[in-house]
């Protein structure tokens, strides 16, 4: 049985009669880049999530470059962020100038472990970004109160984890700003490449809109140097229809979870450890274990797609490996070498499930027998 880190068909297929006309009306509008269509989304993505503005831009890594630049995070600054994430999350800081400074995780969640932020706290540093890794939140108390405390500004990584909650309220809505990536695989994904900067801040808001289209409010008037980062109108009619679907495509990954809990119970690997703090949305089920690579292999072998995110940590990244050869930071290496995401997608199938939990046993239940003889 094949199974695929994630099947993109299936749910245009599942949604293709609602998918259809919406797009039909986009592309009759005349009107591509921005109008009513981008406003409509914005707007319903803001009363999602329960903030003030929204903000269609064309990436995850635009939102996070701009977010932070209409913070006012400029060369010479520092930004404490995780190690353990994708390259965005830390080159969008340095993009800006501005230093990426890692501190190390929680070696359950793999998120940002707040208890490290405080002592990387320097004169230069301007914001603190979490990132909410595989779709649970990172623990943001603790960081917005640190970042109270230094005059810092919280910009949340929301990527991976549209439609998640922290103490139940959605995440991108606690910091100054929130970064979404609609990044086709991603809990509300586009058919392609599209984001969002989210805030309840009226001043950063007009900040990112302005930087986001050349630096102007009024036609040819250009009061800030800015670039071109828009969502185009054919993405927003497709991502309004979907996010009318985010809440059960999101109930259906925690469902897969927890049945990924009951054919992996007993074995000796690690689960994902949920916080309890807030919604876990399983943009990954990724577990780890020091037998990752052998379980990669016996389910390749299967024909089941496995991936490692992350396999290298940021600060070891060979772009930065001159910059941060002196920092060690073990809990985020050590994950890199035993983390393992299943296939996970909202139209998983429960024997698809069970065929990965067969294959998994294959090599944890081989060793231990093998354990048992020799004792
Ligand atoms: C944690 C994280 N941050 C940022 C990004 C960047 O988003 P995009 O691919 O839309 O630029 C991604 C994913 O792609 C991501 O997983």
Redesign the pocket.
Known sequence: MKVAMTDLSAEYALLEPELLPAVRTALASGQYVQGPTVQAFEREVAQYLGVRHAIGVA????A?MLALKAAGVTTGDEVITTPF??I??ASAIAMTGATPVFVDIDPLTFNLDPANVEAAITARTRAVLP?H?YGQAADLEPLLAACARHGLRLIE?C??AMGADYKGRKVGSWGHAGCL???PSKTLGAFG?G?MVVTDDDALATRVRMLANHGSATRYRHEMLGCNSRLDALQAAVLRVKLLHLDEFNRRRRDHARRYREVLAGMQLQLPVETGFGTHVYHQFTIASDERERIRAALAQQGIASAVHYPIPLHRQPLWQDAYAGVHLPRAEEAAQRVLSLPMSPLLKPEQIEAVGRAVAAVLGARECAHARSM
């Open positions: 990436s995850g890594t635009d996070l994430s994708f965005a999350t990132v890794l990584d990527a991976q990536s609609f990044y490449d984001g």
